[in-house]
């Protein structure tokens, strides 16, 4: 019955051809709100990609930045250090300066990004679990980087923290984004606990939201929830459970890639106050088993515009506006964690018409995805000796 509803839904939206072969659904209960909405017909890039280990022996490696000699900024997660990478891979000590990350389980230093005006005020952005009294909780700040010598951070302060404090050492969201207006959009998780779940949706918390703020941490006035009273002014959008994901397309619209519980990661389009459902409604449930949503559709609340059921575990996500993958120009890559593969979404009038599960031979668990300044991809792997990856054509 299930196969027949998805074969009929498939050619009314006009697509032709199987999905991507994974299992079967966690959820087989919950059927998408239209077609395409997930298992998109599988697609396959003309040729494989040349992949080439750039550097290795990152302890679980979270971001990459490019500075403008190309060289790379990469995080490291769980230890807390920052390296400056050449484009051979040779690497710097860790750069000094940086704060004190609580780098227990899911938690530590996460993305960095550099500030618009970079080659004048040598800014640098970053996210980290914060220890706190009383826990924990994420925080975003700044800090001029200098290189020559032994690289270092000065003039580090705290430009956003997330509030409420709780203790929780899972899922803080931690991706930065800075948009064309020198905005700055925050992803925040939901902790995954009760306390933070119930949050979520909760415009008095940060938690399960992304934010927008100016690089010096004030408000923009033009943010949704200014005037609301008991919101909090920095929040964009709610209803998130842990979007680790994020990128700008070429219009400058906002997508995300979402950790969702099992069978339900989700690909969201993001606008301005809108509530993406976390945990009214999605398509996944428990890892027990149990029950979450008692519906996937609700008033009020948005669509994902792509669900994964069985899950990828999304990590990071890049559209891809390069010249040396001219096949690959607007569409979505999201690395997967246990899917062990590099996704790629074509994507045609705001819907996903195609999916392509790339580097599954190498069985790793892909942590980044970004476009570098020579149109090739990026990665890191999310391992103990984690490496860094570069995707040239095949
Ligand atoms: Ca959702």
């Given at each position: 019955m299930r196969t027949f509803l998805v074969a009929t839904a498939l050619a009314a939206a006009g697509a032709a051809g199987a999905p991507v072969r994974t299992g079967p659904p966690n959820v087989p209960e919950f059927q998408p709100a239209f077609p395409g909405q997930t298992r998109a017909p599988e697609v396959r890039s003309a040729r494989p990609p040349r992949v080439t280990e750039i550097a290795s022996g990152f302890d679980r490696p979270w971001a990459i930045a490019f500075l403008p000699d190309r060289r790379m900024l990469v995080t490291e997660k769980p230890t807390g250090r920052l390296y400056v990478v050449g484009l051979e891979g040779e690497k710097s000590p860790p750069v000094s300066g940086l704060p004190e990350v609580d780098g227990r389980d899911q938690g530590g230093l996460l993305d960095v990004a550099l500030d618009a005006d970079y080659p004048r005020n040598g800014l640098v952005y970053f996210t980290y679990y914060e220890p706190r009294k009383g826990g924990n909780g994420l925080a975003v700040a700044r800090g001029r980087l200098v290189v020559p010598g032994r690289p270092r951070l000065e003039n580090v302060e705290v430009i956003f923290r997330m509030m409420p404090t709780l203790d929780s050492t899972k899922h803080a969201g931690g991706?930065?984004?800075?948009?064309?207006?020198?905005?700055?959009?925050?992803?925040?998780?939901?902790?995954?606990?009760?306390e933070g779940r119930r949050q979520a949706r909760d415009?008095?918390?940060?938690?399960?939201?992304?934010?927008?703020?100016?690089?010096?941490?004030?408000?923009?006035?033009?943010?949704p929830f200014t005037r609301r009273s008991g919101a909090r002014p920095e929040i964009w959008s709610s209803g998130h459970r842990n979007v680790l994901g994020a990128a700008l397309d070429a219009q400058g619209r906002l997508w995300v890639a979402e950790m969702g519980p099992r069978g339900g990661d989700e690909l969201n389009l993001v606008e301005l106050g809108k509530d993406y459902g976390w945990p009214t409604i999605g398509y996944g449930e428990e890892y027990s088993g149990q029950r979450i949503h008692a519906s996937t559709q609700g008033p009020g609340m948005e669509q994902p515009v792509y669900y994964w059921d069985p899950v990828i575990s999304p990590s990071a996500l890049a559209i891809y506006s390069g010249d040396l993958f001219p096949e690959w120009k607007g569409d979505l890559f999201v690395g997967g964690l246990s899917s062990r593969a590099l996704v790629r979404l074509v994507v045609k009038d705001g819907r996903v018409v195609g999916e392509e599960r790339l580097l599954t031979d190498r069985g790793e668990r892909i942590r980044e995805v970004v476009q570098g300044p020579d149109g090739a991809l990026y990665l890191l792997t999310d391992e103990r000796n984690g490496k860094l990856l570069r995707l040239a054509p095949g």
């Open positions: 991706r930065l984004v800075f948009a064309p207006d020198g905005s700055l959009f925050v992803t925040l998780g939901e902790r995954s606990i009760l415009l008095g918390s940060h938690l399960g939201k992304i934010v927008r703020i100016r690089p010096d941490g004030s408000v923009p006035e033009d943010n």
